[in-house]
């Protein structure tokens, strides 16, 4: 091997280790070895990018308000409770289990936070965070009952599933509803950030993204450890720069259609899910409690072997799935402006799974990200959106998000299976 670099480089290049310590890799190298992992199994949110990509490219030459400011405000909104119920799913399915009851936890912890306003006078941000706690107590209930007494996670949540829905009839009344006025709740999806204020939180994220990238690489460089090449790195932060800079110059034209009221900057929703994203990722992927999911989540017994309390792992998933969909079911509240009966019920739990298939999270367990929920719940958002604004039928809606979603599980399958054979599951 030739040596290159710093003199202290070329004397460990030199030394027996020569072969164990690679110089760093091509900007070529990278892409060949991206391209070996995919045909490996290893897709990652790749098929669900591709498929949102092609999802806006057909629905803005089908339509032309598709990609106007204004739908793009509402689409961002309307993905905003099926993202945060499926980053919270994602804690679930990375052991393996599932989570029936998440959408109606959150209907139930949206119609305890609505009557403490109306029928108590609580200020919005104890109403919340009662409602969250009222969601973490139902995790709790049902991580209890699956990690101690064994029951499938399928039947249990089955059960609180039909028994939540008669909670939330109890609370209201079968054709109540409970209205959701309060100004900050309600502005959580109906206001915006001011246009200034917008363009301060792009900058700090796309900063703060673009400084973790290059210190991680110096400090893995510094460290010869294992590192993605300089052109990978100015790639990535090239892209999420495009991303985040480009949506917040689009929210902050004026899309109003009254030319004599102005509606600009981002939604206050996409700052919320951003904040939980940052967060559930360093939980995941920069805490040894992520770290022990992701190992109870690939083998369990091994991980119990290691040391790892396999039960209280299982019991924290549900509870912070639990407190994740609470704070879903307020987002959808506050888009609806009331807690109905049938709030978290029906389709709401569904396209919120399929929004974590969706998006890369394997139904196996032991693979899956928070960003994989934020992709594929934009995805299932997209194509209603979409739909809608071609006036479809809805049952056309249900068949392509369950031909989506099919797709997706047969890709998770396929690939579990080629990573297996490859050496690599």
Known sequence: MTSVGTPSEAT??????????RAEQTFGEAVRGYVQRVRGGDMGSLPAVLGLVVLFVVFGLANDRFLSALNLANLITQAGSICVLAMGLVFVLLLGDIDLSA?????????AMGLTIVN??????????????????????????????????????????????????????????VRVDDKVIRGLTISNVPTSIGWVIALVVVLGFAALEFTQYRRKKALQLSHSPLGVVVTRVSVVAAVVLGVTFVLSVNRSVNPNVEISGIPYVLPLILVLLIVMTVVLKRTSYGRHIYAVGGNAEAARRAGISVDRIRISVFVVC??????????????????????????????AVGAAVIGGTSLFGGKGRAIDAVIGGVVVATIANGLGLLNQSSYINFLVTGGVLLLAASV???????RSSTGLG
């Open 12 to 21: 460990v290049a030199d030394g027996d280790f020569a072969d164990d310590i």
């Open 103 to 111: 959408g109606v936890a959150g209907g139930v912890a949206a119609c």
């Open 120 to 177: 108590m006078s609580w200020p919005w941000w104890a109403a919340m965070l009662g409602g969250i706690a009222c969601g973490a107590v139902i995790g709790l209930a049902i991580g209890l009952l699956r990690a101690k007494l064994g029951i499938p996670s399928f039947v249990v949540t089955l059960a609180f599933f039909l028994g939540l829905q008669g909670v939330t009839l109890k609370l209201i009344g079968e054709g109540g509803s």
């Open 322 to 351: 639990s407190s994740l969909a609470a704070l879903s079911g307020i987002i959808a509240a506050s888009y609806a402006g009331k807690v109905s009966a049938a709030s978290g019920a029906g389709n709401t739990l569904l396209y």
């Open 412 to 418: 998770d399958a396929i690939s579990r299976r080629r």
